[in-house]
């Protein structure tokens, strides 16, 4: 392993977590709202959030194309406003893990606060605590397993993020390339055993985070 | 049984015996020159042509992993050595057939100027796209190029690295980067793009498509047929009118 290589690595890593820690925020409130309470266009709002775990993740990255690209209703804005570009940059990066990675974290959260029984919530609001003090001591509590799961299986599912990130971020060395894309190319150039190295790299790395899920999700037993 | 004779009959006629199927590994700046070209040799000799168009390094890796094919046109010389070395062309059978040039293009709508490629250091273009340059025909080309007049160095990290040399007419085409590098026949198929400069002068690069009957064809004589076909006149009027021109 090279320089390039380990940069590729340590970028994959920090993109991939910096994605999974913007998710979280609206993954749990949104994985709350459709376990705790019944609400119109709930159904249409849970089939949009699933879509990218069954559309090619190509078809998702060329809608983020349309929408942030200079030209698109979102990418224009941040343009001309803010001077921000999205579309080939680690900003696009970021933007097609979270779409990639937030339909994971929802479901597994949503389950998880599914799971906690509203009796235990309504006995501490009976005792005093307040709805914001409920959630945090109560509810996130005894979902902490589930919603922990989530978020390393959501982290997983980004660092292997390839269809949508390069449409939308490319390939640029040293830029946007992650593991996955860093892969494909390796091979397209015929350099194989690059590509191979690269390969050991990320089956550890999932194989990591997906054990590391599995663990907390069946409430610590290693094996 | 005369409905049946003449429904054979009709069949055998619809489709003469003797027509081949010459399947082409093309490189993609010649993917909508070689259609019109298709559409003419294919009423001439009667055999019919099916295309697989990507990057010119992309085609020369999948036939080396054996994927099927009866012709490879290269956008550079270079593949095709590879694949000679490796026997697996018949050497017989290939000849350079085109050249092309360079441009830099730029959106249509955009303000950008430039009178040769050191334009491209203008702070106005914050990144321009050019086909993968390590590996890429018109990448190699373009990159090659920059490096004889001394300007990659300084330009590099503004490279937007595309899969082949249509990828970087699209992101120009979509607004996404400033400016391109792609051939001259690539910007005159885009109403939205235009040549900002054309890159030439002696340091400009030679650019040479070749073509060669591939070794595992399974039909040599119609591939070969073909190729002859691509260097005949009437297939240069073709190129020709794309912008291409004879080798």
């Given at each position: 392993m090279n320089a390039d290589e380990w940069q590729v690595v340590f970028f994959t890593l920090r993109i991939a977590a910096l994605s999974t820690a913007l998710i979280v925020p609206p993954g749990l409130a949104l994985g709350w709202l459709l376990a705790r309470y019944q609400w119109r266009g709930k159904s249409?709002?849970?089939?949009?959030?699933?879509?990218?775990?069954?559309?090619?993740?190509?078809?998702?990255?060329?809608?983020?194309?349309?929408?942030?690209?200079?030209?698109?209703?979102i990418g224009a804005f941040l343009y001309q406003n803010f001077d921000l570009d999205v579309v080939f940059t680690w900003r696009a990066v970021v933007l097609a893990m979270m779409v990639?990675?937030?339909?994971?974290?929802?479901?597994?959260?949503?389950?998880?606060?599914?799971?906690?029984?509203?009796?235990?919530?309504q006995i501490a609001r009976t005792l005093g605590a307040s709805d914001m003090r409920v959630f945090f001591t109560v509810t996130l509590r005894l979902a902490v397993r589930g919603i922990l799961g989530g978020i390393l299986l959501a982290f997983a599912r980004s660092l292997g993020e390839f269809g949508a990130t390069i449409l939308v971020a490319g390939n640029i060395p040293g830029r946007t390339s992650t593991l996955a894309v860093s892969i494909y190319n390796f091979v397209q150039l015929g350099r194989d055993a690059d590509a191979y190295r690269l390969l050991v790299v990320s089956v550890t790395i999932a194989f990591l985070a997906i054990w590391a899920s599995e663990v907390v999700l069946r409430r610590g037993r290693l094996v | 049984m005369s409905v049946l004779r003449s429904l054979f009959l009709l069949i055998l006629i619809a489709f003469p015996l003797h027509a081949s199927e010459v399947r082409v590994h093309a490189a993609a700046s010649l993917s909508d020159v070689l259609k019109e070209v298709a559409a003419r040799y294919e009423k001439r000799s009667g055999d019919k042509l099916i295309f697989n168009f990507a990057a010119s390094s992309t085609?020369?890796?999948?036939?080396?992993?054996?994927?099927?094919?009866?012709?490879?046109?290269?956008?550079?010389?270079?593949?095709?050595?590879?694949?000679?070395?490796?026997?697996?062309?018949?050497?017989?059978?290939?000849?350079?057939?085109?050249?092309?040039?360079?441009?830099?293009?730029?959106?249509?709508?955009?303000?950008?100027?430039?009178?040769n490629a050191r334009g491209l250091l203008s702070t106005e273009i914050r990144r321009f796209a050019i086909a993968e340059p390590s590996s890429v025909p018109a990448g190699i080309y373009a990159r090659?190029?920059?490096?004889?007049?001394?300007?990659?160095?300084?330009?590099?990290?503004?490279?937007?690295?595309?899969?082949?040399?249509?990828?970087a007419l699209a992101a120009v085409e979509s607004g996404n980067v400033e400016a391109g590098i792609v051939y001259v026949t690539d910007a005159l198929i885009s109403r939205i793009v235009r040549v900002a400069c054309e890159i030439k002068g002696p340091d400009a690069p030679r650019i040479s498509y070749p073509a060669a009957v591939l070794r595992d064809a399974s039909d040599r004589v119609a591939a070969g047929k073909f190729?002859?076909?691509?260097?005949?006149?009437?297939?240069?009027?073709?190129?020709?009118r794309h912008g291409f021109f004879a080798r």
């Open positions: 249409i709002v849970e089939t949009i959030i699933a879509l990218p775990l069954v559309m090619p993740p190509v078809a998702t990255g060329l809608i983020l194309l349309h929408l942030f690209g200079r030209r698109g209703a990639m990675s937030i339909p994971l974290l929802v479901r597994t959260a949503r389950v998880a606060f599914e799971d906690v029984n509203p009796r235990l919530e | 085609l020369s890796r999948q036939i080396r992993e054996g994927a099927p094919g009866d012709v490879f046109f290269s956008a550079d010389e270079a593949k095709m050595n590879d694949l000679q070395k490796e026997g697996l062309i018949v050497p017989a059978t290939r000849r350079s057939i085109l050249s092309n040039r360079l441009v830099i293009v730029v959106a249509s709508d955009s303000r950008i100027r430039m009178s090659q190029y920059l490096e004889r007049i001394g300007l990659w160095s300084r330009i590099q990290a503004r490279a937007v690295p595309t899969e082949n040399v249509r990828g190729v002859l076909f691509l260097s005949s006149r009437e297939a240069m009027t073709i190129f020709r």
